[in-house]
Nanobody, 127 residues
Framework: QVQSVESGGGLVQAGGSLRLSCAAS????????MGWFRQASGKEREFVAA????????YYTDSVKGRFTISRDDAKKAVYLQMNSLAPEDTAVYYC????????????????????WGQGTQVTVSS
């Protein structure tokens, strides 16, 4: 099984950057796709980005394309989300979760297809 712990959130001004990290446990981390989701106050959890099990495929929601980059380091059992040009609408709690076994393109964007959610890390972007 893969459990996740997110970190790296904080308060940043609009236009700034943050790098989120997700530390995963479990011997089989490298076999799974991983995803980042976010949930703003009063809203449903939404897909942000995903990376395939082998790192060769990535997918982003339209609103973050060109600003966010997802990556993984299997040796460290970690997934990262580099967030640049942050805007107030990016304010949310960010979660990482495990996707499908040996899953690559097309990567799922459905929360129901991700498991082992972390506790989340708060990102607040001030205007």
């Amino acid at each position: 099984q893969v459990q996740s712990v997110e970190s790296g959130g904080g308060l940043v001004q609009a236009g700034g950057s943050l790098r989120l990290s997700c530390a995963a446990s479990g011997r089989t981390f490298s076999r799974y796709a991983m995803g980042w989701f976010r949930q703003a106050s009063g809203k449903e959890r939404e897909f942000v980005a995903a990376i395939g099990w082998d790192g060769r495929s990535t997918y982003y929601t339209d609103s973050v394309k060109g600003r966010f980059t997802i990556s993984r380091d299997d040796a460290k059992k970690a997934v990262y989300l580099q967030m640049n040009s942050l805007a107030p609408e990016d304010t949310a709690v960010y979660y990482c979760a495990r996707g499908g076994l040996y899953s690559g393109a097309p990567l799922s964007t459905r929360t129901s297809e991700y498991f082992m959610w972390g506790q989340g890390t708060q990102v607040t972007v001030s205007s």
